[in-house]
């Protein structure tokens, strides 16, 4: 009986001998951080979940924060995607019958007739 040797290995490929590139990341255009504001008693976490799931193809949120009132999204969409269509695009999710109530709001805009200085109640004895 001839004796046993073991399978040969074939080589391993070094980086010379690859030739196809390494996929790049898509690139993306990323957004403000906007809040998900809806209806008293209204869960924001769940509507920030169906937001989320009704994003087009090629698009990226992150939840970074949640609370009663709100949840804080920072949105990515792809990188030749133009402002008014990302607007477009995120005022259409607003119409789905799962999101009715629910309306987008950029977090650190002031008040309608504040600015981002002015306090919210004024000083006793102002």
Do not use: K, N, Y
């Not at 951080?33 to 924001?44: E, I, K, T, Y």
């Not at 995607?81 to 629910?102: F, H, I, K, R, S």
Request: with cysteine; net charge negative.
């Amino acid at each position: 009986m001839p004796p046993l040797t073991p399978p040969q290995q074939p080589p391993r490929p070094t980086r010379s001998d690859q030739t196809a590139p390494l996929p790049q990341p898509p690139q993306v255009a990323h957004l403000p951080q906007v809040a998900l504001v809806g209806p008293p008693g209204a869960p924001p976490a769940l509507a920030a979940i169906r937001f989320i799931a009704l994003l087009p193809p090629g698009w990226r949120a992150t939840l970074t924060d949640c609370d009663e009132t709100a949840a804080l999204l920072r949105l990515s969409a792809p990188a030749a995607t133009p402002p008014t269509e990302a607007t477009a695009a995120l005022a259409a999710l607003l119409t789905d019958p799962a999101l009715t109530g629910w309306r987008l709001t950029l977090p650190d805009a002031p008040a309608p007739g504040r600015t981002a200085t002015t306090p919210a109640d004024p000083p006793d004895g102002a």
